[in-house]
């Protein structure tokens, strides 16, 4: 089965708030050579020379709003793509990222592509608006579906930092983060899709010495008609600290890089 497009998806802390990261981070994220990148929490415009220097074949576009955070994707020249910003995955909430649609067209298949940086935190707040942004993204199929032709043809994933931490509560009343991720199953189910496989457990980490445990929060949710190019048995390959076989390997990437692990992946042609 031949590869439709490539996808890589990497939530960099602060980007462009520190200038000695700029460069390590558009040196790496060139190197993974995807057909279409999506950085999330880009906050200066420090990053834009560096970037069109390391990846000039590429057309980038960025987010805009009155959020302090945007999301930025590029897509490589030669992809046939259409990009719009949807301001319905703010939840009604001005200061929250809107998603980023991004359409490509491969040999006259369309496959829509919803990039989601959702709310933060462990308050019931913050997961009621989780909730809320991921049941827009999943009714976002339906309205797909229908321009497609019919329940369950539209070629279409959603992913990011989807910030599954769960919620803390007095009582007895918490909710684990593997009870929210399992949520998302369920309700991906419901609507043809699923969440892919990784192969690691875990996307986020502060580092050793952390008061904080490694947390599984950056996500691929996909149609479950679409194919995936398999590492090692998982569908999608989660690359950075979590390569790292040392404590200390892992702190330095975390310190040169981000806190978050970045996503790739490789759609194949339907």
């Known amino acids: ?32 050579n995807a057909d279409i990148i999506a950085i999330y929490e880009v906050e200066s415009k ?22 302090v955070q945007e999301i930025l994707v590029g897509i490589k020249h030669g992809v046939s793509a259409y990009v719009t910003q949807k301001l319905t995955f703010k939840s009604g909430q001005s200061t929250l990222r809107p998603g980023v649609l991004v359409t490509v067209n491969v040999a006259g298949e369309f496959y829509p592509i919803l990039f ?35 329940p369950g043809k ?10 599954t931490m769960g919620m803390e509560y007095p009582w007895g009343h918490e909710i684990p983060s593997e009870v929210e991720i399992k949520r998302i199953k369920e309700r991906a189910e419901a609507q043809r899709m699923r969440l892919l496989t990784k192969n690691s457990n875990f996307t986020w980490w502060n580092g050793p010495g ?40 892992k702190a330095l990437w975390i310190k040169r890089y981000s ?7 490789e759609v194949q042609q339907v």
Do not use: C
């Not at 939530?11 to 460069?23: A, L």
């Open 116 to 150: 989601l940086h959702l709310k933060s935190s462990t308050s019931p707040k913050s997961l009621g608006l989780r909730d809320d942004m991921l049941y827009r993204a999943f009714k976002f199929r339906e309205v797909l579906d229908k321009a497609a032709g019919g």
């Open 210 to 249: 952390s008061s904080y445990p490694p947390g599984n929060f950056d996500h691929v949710v996909a149609s479950d008609h679409l194919s995936f190019k398999s590492f090692a048995g998982a569908e999608v390959d989660v690359r950075g600290w979590t390569k790292e076989a040392t404590e200390e390997g």
């Open 46 to 67: 420090l990053v834009f020379e560096p970037l069109m220097k390391a990846m000039p074949n590429y057309q980038f576009h960025i987010t805009e709003g009155p959020q």
């Open 259 to 265: 806190d978050h692990a970045l996503l790739y992946f």
């Open 154 to 163: 539209a070629n279409y994933l959603f992913l990011g930092d989807l910030n």
């Open 1 to 32: 089965m031949a590869k439709a497009f490539s996808v890589a998806s990497w939530n960099v802390e602060h980007f462009g708030d520190k200038k000695e990261q700029i460069e390590p981070v558009v040196s790496y994220l060139a190197e993974q």
